[in-house]
């Protein structure tokens, strides 16, 4: 497709449900990254792959998200027993090489919230 | 994580006036970028600085990258009623995964 798509846009879950939140970046993007933006504020980033490996993980608030990109193109965010807190805009960007300074692409989000 | 800080948080403005908003940082960066968010929607990059002293224009948009490597502005002239949105600066340190730090962003309202 012509730019960074995510599904779905919006998820509704119970607390203690697991999630899954889908990203297809544009293609031959080697880099993809997620970050998280709670309302009113700034992303903040979660997680970064070049091609099928996941190299920084260190923004993932805790091991009940897992994030992961197994062919190098399509890459799925999974959080487990979800709870309030994260309730959040979950957004998925690429870019062609990952450098510094290049554009990074951003997707329209995942809405979720958490009941 | 690093704060970066932009000011103002909130602006109304008549269309046809000049905007002007900043971002500030503790930390030093390698890149600073701007991006506009509209509703539903992702960033969108609108201008990307790379040295330090850089004033870099696009269109109606000029935007500074500091001497200090800690600050940036953003400017916008002759504001039109599209420019409503969500203008968030982020840094860039250059090294491992370039990730972007954003800032709390300023939300603009522009007034026809």
């Known amino acids: 497709g012509a730019g960074v798509s995510q599904s779905p846009r919006y998820k509704v879950a119970k607390r203690g449900q697991d999630v899954a939140l889908r990203c297809d970046p544009i293609s031959g993007h080697v880099s993809l990254f997620w970050y998280q933006q709670a309302l009113g504020q700034g992303p903040e980033f979660l997680t970064y792959f070049q091609n099928e490996a996941q190299l920084d993980k260190s923004g993932l608030p805790s091991d009940r998200f897992f994030a992961e990109r197994p062919e190098g193109s399509v890459s799925t965010l999974k959080i487990q027993r979800t709870q309030k807190e994260d309730s959040a805009v979950y957004l998925c960007?690429?870019?062609?090489?990952?450098?510094?300074?290049?554009?990074?692409?951003f997707g329209p989000g995942t809405r979720l919230l958490v009941l | 994580g690093q704060q970066l800080n932009q000011s103002p948080q909130s602006m109304f403005i008549q269309e046809g006036e000049d905007v002007s908003m900043n971002c500030t940082s503790s930390s030093i960066f390698n890149t600073w970028l701007w991006y506009k968010q509209d509703p539903g929607e992702g960033p969108v990059l609108l201008i990307a600085?790379?040295?330090?002293?850089e004033l870099t224009s696009n269109g109606r948009l000029t935007a500074q990258f500091g001497i200090t490597r800690k600050d940036s502005f953003l400017n916008i002239s002759a504001s039109i009623p599209s420019d409503v949105g969500i203008y968030f600066c982020?840094?860039?340190f250059g090294t491992g995964a370039n990730n972007l730090f954003f800032g709390t962003g300023t939300r603009l309202t522009v007034i026809p």
């Open positions: 960007a690429s870019s062609l090489g990952g450098g510094q300074g290049e554009t990074q692409y």
């Open positions: 982020a840094g860039q």
């Open positions: 600085l790379y040295k330090a002293g």
